[in-house]
């Protein structure tokens, strides 16, 4: 299975400031097709998941821009360019290359 | 809107069974792959299994801590997505969720459906 590592797993941050999370997987995510399907994951407290970011850099629909996702192959990078409070949460970053899909532990993300 | 609504949760015993429901609207039921997540209380996020459309072959995958136990399917005419699962374990105590396969695995959620298994 591919194992997918996060540092750092716990990010108190101050608002307005930039915010940055890694993502390392153990096998390279490329697929056969070309893409490579890496995707980060937001859960707020007492909510199901949500997408944010797709294809390593894609935002998906209704994500704000302050969001931005970089990478390739096994490194990967989410950025937050200025924290808001409503961006408390736990983030997660997630494989769907190779089965089994896997997700990383997931990075707690509050407020100083 | 694209909407995921995941039903069927309850409180089991250790070696029963309990069907999910998933029912989809806003989208092509018929024309996505879908899959289950699962997240046990306090924990990260554990993919549970997906299954393909009918154009896509139909076929179902699963995580090797269900493989056996748990099967997904698909009514594409009710537009609802099943996890049947058997066996249930003290492990498998978590929130089901459903999501759409889009551009990732994971583009739309549900609210989730809390399993118990316990004594």
Same mark, same amino acid.
Request: hydrophobic share 35%; with cysteine.
């Given at each position: 299975d591919i194992v997918m590592t996060q540092t750092p797993l716990s990010s108190p941050v101050?608002?307005?400031?930039?915010?940055s999370i890694s993502c390392r997987s153990s096998q390279s995510l490329v697929h056969s097709d070309g893409n490579t399907y890496f995707s980060w994951l937001q859960q707020r407290?007492?909510?199901?998941?949500?997408?944010?970011?797709?294809?390593?850099?894609?935002?998906?629909?209704?994500?704000? $821009?302050?969001?931005?996702?970089?990478?390739?192959?096994? $490194?990967?990078t989410l950025k937050i360019s200025r924290v808001e409070a409503e961006d408390v949460g736990v983030y997660y970053c997630a494989q769907a290359t190779h089965l089994p899909f896997t997700f990383g532990p997931g990075t707690k993300v509050d407020i100083k | 809107e694209?909407?995921?609504?995941?039903?069927?949760?309850?409180?089991?015993?250790?070696?029963?069974?309990?069907?999910?429901?998933?029912?989809?609207?806003?989208?092509?039921?018929?024309n996505?792959?879908?899959?289950?997540?699962?997240?046990?209380?306090?924990?990260?996020?554990?993919?549970?299994?997906?299954?393909?459309?009918?154009?896509?072959?139909?076929?179902?995958?699963?995580?090797?801590?269900?493989?056996?136990?748990?099967?997904?399917?698909?009514?594409?005419?009710?537009s609802t997505l099943f996890l049947q699962m058997n066996s249930l374990e003290t492990e498998d105590t978590a929130i089901y969720y459903c999501t759409l396969n889009g551009g990732s695995a994971f583009d739309i959620w549900g609210q989730g459906t809390r399993v118990t298994v316990s004594s």
């Amino acid at each position: 299975d591919i194992v997918m590592t996060q540092t750092p797993l716990s990010s108190p941050v101050t608002l307005g400031q930039p915010a940055s999370i890694s993502c390392r997987s153990s096998q390279s995510l490329v697929h056969s097709d070309g893409n490579t399907y890496f995707s980060w994951l937001q859960q707020r407290p007492g909510q199901p998941p949500r997408l944010l970011i797709y294809l390593v850099s894609k935002r998906f629909s209704g994500v704000p $821009d302050r969001f931005s996702g970089s990478g390739a192959g096994t $490194d990967f990078t989410l950025k937050i360019s200025r924290v808001e409070a409503e961006d408390v949460g736990v983030y997660y970053c997630a494989q769907a290359t190779h089965l089994p899909f896997t997700f990383g532990p997931g990075t707690k993300v509050d407020i100083k | 809107e694209v909407q995921l609504v995941e039903s069927g949760g309850d409180l089991v015993k250790p070696g029963g069974s309990l069907r999910l429901s998933c029912a989809a609207s806003g989208f092509t039921f018929s024309n996505a792959w879908m899959n289950w997540v699962r997240q046990a209380p306090g924990k990260g996020l554990e993919w549970v299994g997906r299954i393909k459309s009918k154009t896509g072959g139909g076929t179902t995958d699963y995580a090797v801590p269900v493989k056996g136990r748990f099967t997904i399917s698909r009514d594409d005419s009710k537009s609802t997505l099943f996890l049947q699962m058997n066996s249930l374990e003290t492990e498998d105590t978590a929130i089901y969720y459903c999501t759409l396969n889009g551009g990732s695995a994971f583009d739309i959620w549900g609210q989730g459906t809390r399993v118990t298994v316990s004594s």
